[in-house]
Structure formats: C-alpha cells, structure tokens
C-alpha cells in the first residue's frame, strides 16, 4: 500500500539560507527542524528532502559535499530522534556552468521529477503528499507533481515573489507547516 510523504525543501527550511552553502560550518540547522521532521516519522508519513544545488553546476562544490552535507544532517537530526527516508538533488543548471550539469534537466524545481522519483522509490502516493519550502518554485513543484504545496516564510519566504501557484497554507517556519498537515490530514480522514 502506498504511503503519503512530506517532502523537504533543504536551504531555508530545513536549514539556514546562507546563498551557496559550500562549507560545513555554514550548516546550521532551525531549532524546530528535528521536532517537525520528528512529527512525520510518527505520522507515518515518509519524510523526503528534495534540493536543488546548481552551486554543483556552477562550479562553487562538488557533487561529493552535497552528499556530505546530507550525511551531516542526517546525523544531526537523528541525534534528535528525527529520521530522513530519502535525500534527492538536483546539480543542474539549464544556462549555468559545464559539461554535463549544463541542461534543461526533469529534476530541478519547480520540475517534478526528483517528487516522482521519491514516489517511485518509495511507494508514494503523490495525491496524498505535501512539499515544504521558502521558495515558489518548491509549491509548483508541489503542483506539477499533483502534490499540495506549503510555503515557509523563513529563508527566502519573506520575500514572495509573484506566481500562478497556490500554497494551501503559508507557515510561519517548517513545524507550523508540518502541524497544519497533521491536523490537515486529521480533517480529511474524519470527513471520509
Ligand atoms: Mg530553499
């Protein structure tokens, strides 16, 4: 049976927006991060990060420091008892950087693909899924997977740019996100 999942934005939601984050030290994690993350590994839920990182692309790291960063905060989080199911990226630009990173890829945001690999990974039910982040591009995301999509006002989130997309609720950080679902799914399991 398929599962529902929340899916993370990375830079500004998860953690501190810092532009590029191209060294370690510059991880630093929102206080209320494990404790969100935490309330979805309880729901049942998968919880899934899903990030673009073009600084790959153009060149400012590697695709070895992405997978570093993710190791980092994975340990970082489990020591809060908090568990990511899956880590996906994105290092492509379309117009940026060289060789093979340069490409109108499926995978970078607001695209689907790194969603419907997750789904495909995983067994997740996209309908009954939700996408996280501080950036437009992550609710479209959310809606060119047939997701639903949250915006966080943390990160870039203060700053909104225009766009035809539509959160179902804008939060003011990623555990008043991740509580609006739980009572969101709550309400639609009682109303069935
Ligand atoms: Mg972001």
Not at 38 to 49: D, H, L, Y
Not at 109 to 122: E, H, T, V
């Amino acid at each position: 049976m398929k599962c529902g999942a929340v899916f993370f934005d990375r830079d500004g939601t998860i953690n501190k927006e810092v532009g590029y984050l191209a060294d370690l030290d510059q991880l630093v994690l929102y206080p209320e991060a494990a404790r969100a993350i935490r309330t979805v590994n309880e729901s049942g839920m998968k919880a899934v990060v899903v990030t673009n990182q073009s600084g790959v692309a153009r060149g400012y790291f590697d695709e070895a420091f992405v997978l570093t960063v993710h190791r980092r905060m994975a340990e970082l989080l489990l020591a809060d008892g908090a568990r990511i199911d899956g880590f996906y990226y994105c290092p492509h630009h379309p117009d940026e950087g060289l060789g093979e990173y340069r490409k109108d890829c499926f995978c970078r945001k607001p695209k689907p693909g790194m969603l419907f690999a997750a789904a495909r990974d995983m067994s997740i039910d996209l309908k009954r899924s939700y996408m996280v982040g501080d950036m437009m591009k992550d609710v479209e995301a959310a809606e060119n997977a047939g997701a639903r999509g949250i915006l966080v006002k943390t990160g870039y989130g203060g700053g909104r740019v225009s766009s035809t997309a539509k959160p179902v609720y804008v939060a003011s950080d990623i555990l008043d996100a991740v509580m609006w679902i739980m009572g969101n799914e709550r309400r639609e399991h009682t109303d069935r």
